[in-house]
């Protein structure tokens, strides 16, 4: 059962003030940690903001032994109503940078709301006293982490940390992404265009060309979820890439398979051919924007596939006609 914060004592009150600080400050020391490698000076600005904790209950435990000695009630904000349930995520590996910096003022926002209220639940002055100062300097934490942040991400950091910022984009949603959408693009060629040069018929064509995506998708997910499981890559979560890279080769296959569903045979292939020239091309543009290569060279190495599996799929529709 949760206790209501109006039913709290003045010494739960100052245990559960103590627990706060002591586990906000091991949550940015979390935070230190796991963005130290990647992003270093970001990481010196949540050892500051640990740093910060430490010393608030540190204040706190020093008020509660003078009243109350030296044992504390174990009580944290999850036994007590109103307090936001927080996601651990100071448990994800990689962790986003912007993802904890976000967490972190909420943190203090929370913090300040609850010094606020846990005044008015306190008669004894000098804990007043000390619950109104915490408060005030809750309140001034967003901006200070403001200060740490122009202290510490000074423009070579900051553009450090954008570069690695942008390599793991590349790592964890580019990469997979890309090569689903390679693959749904240009392996269901063969299929789709087979069973469209083999009947003519838009119908069957556009069945054949849902399954192929659908299945390439599901298989391709399931490929990219079991290939590595990021921790030693940098290349994040299994289920994640393996989400992407399914999606993006359903994509990829549906792209010119959406064509057959105009009943006109031939303004369904034109149409699909028209839609191919599309997926290559921005193909082409993702490689040469996001993996270092010239738009001409990407171009050539992606056409010469598309345009093999292409014609891999007409010769065997024009060898093995359904009537």
Do not use: C
């Amino acid at each position: 059962m949760l206790k209501k914060f109006k039913d709290l004592s003045e010494k739960e009150i100052l245990a559960l003030a103590i627990a706060s600080e002591e586990e906000d400050s091991r949550i940015f020391g979390e935070f230190a940690d796991a963005l130290r490698e990647t992003y270093p000076a970001t990481a010196k600005m949540f050892e500051e903001m640990r740093a910060e904790e430490v010393v608030h209950r540190d204040r706190l435990l020093a008020m509660f032994r003078q009243r109350f000695g030296d044992h504390i009630p174990l009580i944290r904000r999850e036994n007590v109503k109103g307090f936001l349930q927080r996601r651990p995520t100071w448990l994800v590996r990689p962790l986003g940078v912007n993802v904890a910096r976000k967490q972190a003022k909420v943190m203090e926002m929370e913090a300040a709301r609850f010094y606020s209220r846990a005044v008015s639940r306190i008669t004894d002055a000098p804990t007043r006293e000390l619950l109104n100062k915490l408060a005030d300097e809750e309140r001034k934490h967003e901006a200070t982490a403001d200060g740490l942040e122009e202290k510490h991400l000074t423009e070579p950091a900051r553009a450090q940390e954008d570069e690695s910022h942008r390599k793991l984009f590349l790592l964890q949603v580019v990469q997979p992404g890309l090569l689903g959408l390679i693959d749904g693009s240009i392996s269901t060629l063969a299929p789709l265009f087979a069973t469209a040069f083999a009947t003519h018929k838009s119908g069957y064509a556009f069945s054949v060309g849902l399954a192929a995506s659908i299945g390439a998708g599901i298989s391709m997910g399931f490929s990219e979820s079991q290939s590595d499981d990021g921790s030693l890559t940098g290349r994040g979560s299994p289920w994640l890439r393996g989400t992407i890279t399914g999606l993006m080769t359903t994509a990829g296959g549906l792209g010119h398979t959406l064509p057959f569903l105009i009943g006109n045979f031939h303004v369904a292939m034109i149409l699909a051919l028209i839609v191919v020239a599309i997926e290559l091309t921005a193909i082409s543009y993702i490689r040469h924007k996001y993996m270092d290569t010239t738009f001409l060279q990407a171009a050539f190495q992606v056409v010469v596939g598309g345009v093999l599996v292409f014609l891999t799929g007409y010769l065997i529709g024009q060898f093995v006609r359904v009537e």
